[in-house]
């Protein structure tokens, strides 16, 4: 089992970039896959980015590619969302996920990833 702590969240302005971090409990992290996911107001959570165990296979959903990067660094234990030129409808509260899958394969859907973790709320203002 894995324990996640996402940070960084916080109110920016049209435009601002965010960096947020999930921290990861286990030295094991390198075997997880990890997804980010976010949940607006009223909305179901959706899928973000994820990242291979190695880190060398990402995937995005189509409306922040180009803006948000994924990585991690498994020696600490800890993965990253880079967000760069956000937007209002970027507002959400912001999770990350991890679980082990079949190497190469990052999973859109929630049920795929059983470790989560607390959720960082992202605010950004017009």
């Known amino acids: 089992q894995v324990q996640l702590v996402e940070s960084g969240g916080g109110l920016v302005q049209a435009g601002d970039s965010l960096r947020l971090s999930c921290a990861a409990s286990?030295?094991?992290?390198?075997?997880?896959?990890m997804g980010w996911f976010r949940q607006a107001p009223g909305k179901e959570r959706e899928f973000v980015a994820g990242i291979s165990r190695s880190g060398g296979s990402t995937d995005y959903t189509d409306s922040v590619k180009g803006r948000f990067t994924i990585s991690r660094d498994n020696a600490k234990n800890t993965g990253y969302l880079q967000m760069n030129s956000l937007k209002p409808e970027d507002t959400a509260v912001y999770y990350c996920?991890?679980?082990?899958?079949?190497?190469?394969?990052?999973?859109?859907?929630?049920?795929?990833?059983?470790?989560w973790g607390q959720g960082t709320q992202v605010t950004v203002s017009s």
């Open positions: 996920a991890a679980d082990y899958t079949v190497v190469g394969v990052i999973p859109r859907r929630e049920s795929a990833y059983a470790y």
């Open positions: 286990r030295r094991t992290f390198n075997t997880y896959t």
